[in-house]
Structure formats: C-alpha cells, structure tokens
C-alpha cells in the first residue's frame, strides 16, 4: 500500500540531508534547498524516522547534504537505515571522501552512489568548487565502481560557458569507468547566489542532439518522468526541473533536514514539519503522525496553472 497525497501522487521515497556542512564549495549549490543549521539528527533518529517511512509505504533511501560522507558515523547510519529494509538506498556525494568509504558503505548495506563531477579539467574544477580535489573525486568514482555499488552515476550540473562543451567528454569518461551520466539543469533556487542566470544552459538542444543519437529513449515514470538515452554501450540521463509541470506531477518524494524537520518539497521552507519532540520522546506514534501531517503538505511546486 502506498500512501498518496492531494494529488494523487505516491510517497515511495525519501531524501535524508544529513548536515548542512560540506568540504567544498561549488558556486552554484542550492544545498538540496535546505535553509543550514548546525543542529544534527544522530544515527539512531534517522532510523526510527526511516523505520516509520517504511511502515509508510516508502520504497527508496537517499542521504544527501550538505556533504554526507562527512559524517563521522555515516557508516553507522546506513547500517541502521539497512537493517529497517528497503529496496533501494544511496547516497549523493561530491566524491571527496569516496575512495575511503566505498567498501565500507557498500558492506554496511549502500546500493549504489551518484558522485557529482562536473568537469574534467582541474582549472574548471577549482574554478566551480574552490578546491583542488579533482583526482581525488575521479579515485573515489573508481573504487565506487569497483565496490560493487551500482549504479554509479555521475551528476554534471551542465553550466553555460564553464563545462556545457565537456559533455560529450564526460560522456566518455563515464563510459570507460562504467558509470551512468546524469545531465543536470542549473536550478535557480532561493539559496543559490546572485548571477545564476548566465550559466544556465538550454537543455532542448543536448536534449535534441541526445535523440538523434541514442538507440533507445526510456522514460522513467515515477522519476518525476525524466528521459534516459542509450547510445552504444553507454547511458545519458537528464534531469531538467526548473518550471518543469511533468517533473512535479510525477514526484514520489519527502525530505528530511539535518535538524529533523520534514520537508514536502525542494523548493519551499514554508511548509516544513518539525519531528524534534517525537525525536527526543521516542514516540513513533506521534511520528507518523507527522508524516501523514508532512504528505498532506505536498504539492506540485510547478503547476499547470501556476
Ligand atoms: N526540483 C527538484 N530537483 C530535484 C529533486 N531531486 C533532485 N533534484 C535535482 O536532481 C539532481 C540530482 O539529484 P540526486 O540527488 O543525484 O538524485 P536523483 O538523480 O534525483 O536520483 P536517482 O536518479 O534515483 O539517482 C539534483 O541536482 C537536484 O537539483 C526534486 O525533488 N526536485
Ligand atoms: C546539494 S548536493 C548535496 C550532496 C553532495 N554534496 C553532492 O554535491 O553530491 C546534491 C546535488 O545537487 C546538485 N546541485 C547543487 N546545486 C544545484 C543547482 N543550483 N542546480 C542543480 N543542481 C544542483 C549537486 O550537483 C548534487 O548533485
Ligand atoms: S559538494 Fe554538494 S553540498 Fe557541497 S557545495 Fe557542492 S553541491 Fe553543494
Ligand atoms: S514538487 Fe517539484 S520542485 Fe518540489 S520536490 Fe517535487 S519535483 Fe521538486
């Protein structure tokens, strides 16, 4: 049974930011909409809260930040998350730390990891993350692959004038390492900086050249609809959310802030459910109902008549 909310829409999946801190500093990052805070929830809260998810019907775990890895007890956390059940349990990581945790996260119960890379060359990395961590990023991609984690995809935030012309590189890249490349369009969220605007990128002409390319176009319906390419023995898939109608008709999904508080959507503070008291008290009871509070809550961000 899974429950719906006004709109029709299943809540199958949930995305846990684990903290608000991060180790790099990329120009663009709308923190997965997340205003930061220094509070965060410990290994235990985060299974119970999975614990009633799971009661609810959610099929799918994803930890998220701020940077996740970051975490001293990341390793506890996904062994607690494992040992609730689910079908599917990964984590989004700017692929730091990767090298280190890959064969640990993966015994403790992680599917799989999407590592965000958005370049190939250092000068651009530095230029978008302030860091210099590129080899880094692409030792942690390989020993991602070699653990078993599965998929790897990779996140390129497409950006206009910065990396739009490495794409295709990028393509290769993933192909050689046995990755899955994920197009991502530049969001413009109320916590990205000024000046956005000049990097986004029009996805209707990769989307175009893609078509003509792939052997097979797939649609992934409760993927808030996002299309995915197979051209020869490699993968492309775009996920392209700003005023996207589609893309929220068919989202599943709820989130979790570092200090516990229940989120409908990416894109809006307005809404959110605090957990804190159900957290301390141990109160599952009162947990759920929070949950139902939270679904409830859930609407479509973009609308056909909005
Ligand atoms: N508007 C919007 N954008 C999202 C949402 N979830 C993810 N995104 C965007 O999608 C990008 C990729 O997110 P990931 O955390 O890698 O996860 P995913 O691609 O959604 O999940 P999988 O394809 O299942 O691996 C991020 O850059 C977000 O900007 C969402 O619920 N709403
Ligand atoms: C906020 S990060 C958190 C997890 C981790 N630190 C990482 O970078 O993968 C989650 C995803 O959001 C993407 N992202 C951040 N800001 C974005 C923006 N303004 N538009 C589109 N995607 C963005 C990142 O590239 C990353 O793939
Ligand atoms: S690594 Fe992730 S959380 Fe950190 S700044 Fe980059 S996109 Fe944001
Ligand atoms: S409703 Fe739209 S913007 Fe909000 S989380 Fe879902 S897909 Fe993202």
């Known amino acids: 049974m899974h429950i719906q909310d006004n709109y029709r829409r299943p809540l199958l999946s949930l995305r846990i930011s684990l903290t608000s801190r991060c180790n790099v500093n990329c120009f663009y990052c709308h923190r997965d909409g997340i205003v930061p805070s220094s509070g965060e929830i410990s290994a235990d809260d985060v299974k119970n809260i999975c614990s009633v998810a799971a009661d609810l019907g959610v099929k799918k775990i994803r930890l998220s930040g701020g940077e996740p890895l970051i975490r001293s007890d990341i390793v506890e956390i996904v062994e607690g998350i494992n040992d609730v059940g689910f079908r599917d349990i990964s984590i989004t990581t700017n692929g730091t730390l990767l090298e280190e945790y890959s064969g640990p996260l993966k015994d403790a119960g992680l599917d799989r990891v999407n590592v965000s890379f958005d370049t190939l060359n250092p000068e651009t990395y530095r230029f978008i993350t302030k860091r210099d961590y590129?080899?880094?990023?692409?030792?942690?991609?390989?020993?991602?692959?070699?653990?078993?984690?599965?998929?790897?995809?990779?996140?390129?935030?497409?950006?206009?004038?910065?990396?739009?012309?490495?794409?295709?590189?990028?393509?290769?890249?993933?192909?050689?390492?046995?990755?899955?490349?994920?197009?991502?369009?530049?969001?413009?969220?109320?916590?990205?900086?000024?000046?956005?605007?000049?990097?986004?990128?029009?996805?209707?002409?990769?989307?175009?050249?893609?078509?003509?390319?792939?052997?097979?176009?797939?649609?992934?319906?409760?993927?808030?609809?996002?299309?995915?390419?197979?051209?020869?023995?490699?993968?492309?898939?775009?996920?392209?959310?700003?005023?996207?109608?589609?893309?929220?008709?068919?989202?599943?999904?709820?989130?979790?802030t570092p200090d516990g508080k229940l989120k409908p959507c990416l894109l809006r503070n307005d809404n959110l459910v605090d957990t804190g008291e159900a957290l301390r008290n141990n109160d599952t009871e009162m947990l759920r109902r929070l949950f139902l509070e939270a679904i409830g809550r859930r609407s479509p961000y973009y609308h056909q008549d909005g």
């Not at 969220?189 to 996805?203: E, I, L, Q």
């Not at 792939?214 to 392209?240: H, L, P, S, W």
């Open 134 to 256: 590129l080899e880094r990023v692409k030792s942690g991609i390989k020993s991602a692959v070699d653990a078993g984690l599965y998929p790897v995809k990779i996140n390129m935030v497409v950006l206009r004038g910065v990396n739009h012309h490495e794409i295709w590189d990028m393509f290769d890249f993933c192909r050689e390492n046995g990755a899955v490349l994920q197009l991502i369009e530049l969001l413009k969220t109320d916590n990205c900086p000024d000046g956005m605007d000049r990097y986004h990128c029009d996805m209707n002409r990769i989307e175009e050249k893609l078509s003509r390319m792939a052997d097979e176009i797939r649609t992934r319906k409760f993927m808030q609809d996002r299309k995915k390419y197979y051209i020869g023995d490699g993968e492309v898939e775009v996920v392209r959310p700003m005023d996207n109608t589609r893309f929220c008709a068919n989202c599943t999904r709820l989130r979790v």
